[in-house]
């Protein structure tokens, strides 16, 4: 059973600061992709960011250059570095990862942001 561990959630004020992690027990080089998305009230669950073993990263066009995604794989986590915070970026930040055996989720972590 893969279990995805999120934290560092919280309340910031409008152009402050906050760094995600996301952990699991497993090497996370068995997933190809990892990312991040949220949930925002009322609203779908939407990609943020996402990264792969390769290299790779894909932002979300709302990020416009604030928050920077990176896999940490001597720790198995994945981080989101979130800057400039703005009130519409509250919501539930969830971890995902992909592996070629399956789909797996974390729990969520809130993140709230106030003017």
């Known amino acids: 059973q893969v279990q995805l561990v999120e934290s560092g959630g919280g309340v910031v004020q409008a152009g402050g600061s906050l760094r995600l992690s996301c952990s699991t027990i497993?090497?996370?080089?068995?997933?190809?992709?990892m990312g991040w998305y949220r949930q925002a009230p009322g609203k779908k669950r939407e990609l943020v960011a996402e990264?792969?073993?390769?290299?790779?990263?894909e932002y979300a066009n709302f990020v416009e250059g604030r928050f920077t995604i990176s896999r940490d794989n001597d720790k198995n986590t994945l981080f989101l570095q979130m800057n400039k915070l703005k009130p519409e970026d509250t919501g539930v930040y969830y971890c995902?990862?992909?592996?070629?055996?399956?789909?797996?989720w974390g729990q969520g972590t809130q993140v709230t942001v106030f003017a």
């Open positions: 497993l090497s996370i080089l068995g997933f190809h992709t």
């Open positions: 995902e990862a992909m592996s070629y055996g399956g789909e797996y």
């Open positions: 990264a792969t073993i390769s290299g790779g990263t």
